[in-house]
């Protein structure tokens, strides 16, 4: 017989960053919780990406949800004891139409919020973009920056120390009904569950997965080490970056710019880049990426992908070899109806997943609209 092992008002089906900022939430909100994800720490989305809060780059409701997880983050990283900077991102341009998305963009913002740099002050503010076709850029002041590696695992290690809140590590979900939920280490009763678990959705629910049209995005990154060492604060995009955020798409010269891409570096658009990358406490670079889409994605990795993302990123460093120290595929849920997707397909169920790749970004402000509306 299966052994009945908590009772709590919450039960969050999965460990990574939106697991835990529903599990932050409902602890500030005084209910008893309990995490469970079926490995025995976070390793998928929430552990492979930049660490990057991308605030400035968001519109509408998602730069809404972005400004409040700006601040949890910050909370977060001084409760918590993980490292956190407030040192903003540059945007880079190298061509002409980037830099007219980027000056059309801090037309639209509030003074501040994104400041216009020609060549001499952006090498003025950050010394490591030493390319020569780097024109400009542009700070982006309200950016923030984690360590993955580190932010995660700290996060859900401080919120298993706080009154009322469990975690049940290497346990699978198998279903819920009737305030009882199913799980390979026995029944938990909860008011309510909130299931979690990013691209996996199909697994569990695939009827809301197909409804949402959910598919994963693999994407390829790595750590490298630097031609030189640097001291690089804020997250780096790129004009890639500029055909993949609201803010920057919904420009006129953003319009103009994939054209542009495609026409001059095709290889870039081919492999869907969003060059880009930020530098962890211990010196090295996170670097990446490209993106495919599939309902199931391959495993293997394509070397000439990789080619082309250190040659771009050594071209922004003003050239010299970036030693790989590690690579991996990222992936994430993706879909082409919605940023996210809040769903019950059950009662007493609710799934939550962000599908646009910007759940560091989002999630700690949107998990406080998730129990609003419960």
Sequence with gaps: MTATIARCDVLIVGAGIVGLAHAHEAM????????IDRDARAVGASVRNFGHCCVTAQTGELLDLARVARETWLHLSAAAGFFSVESGAIAVAQTPTEFAVLEELAAQRDPGEVVLVNRAQLRDRVSAIGGVAVIGGAL?????RVDPREAVAALAAWLERQPHVGFRWRTSYLGAANGVAETSRGRIHA???????GHDLDYLYPETADAYDVQRCSLQMARVRPPHPLGLNPAVLTGTSMLRYPAFTATAAGGLLRAELARTDPDLIDIAANVMFTQRPDGSLIVGDSHTYDVTTTP???EPTFDVLLQR?????GGGRLEVIERWQGVYASSALRPYLIDEPEPGVTVVSVTSGVGMTIALGLAPRVFDSL
């Design 191 to 197: 008011n309510r569950v909130i299931v979690c678990v």
């Design 313 to 317: 990123i050594s071209d922004v460093l």
């Design 28 to 35: 500030r909100r005084g209910l008893s919780v309990v995490v």
């Design 300 to 302: 293997f990795l394509a």
């Design 140 to 144: 982006l002041r309200d950016d923030v």
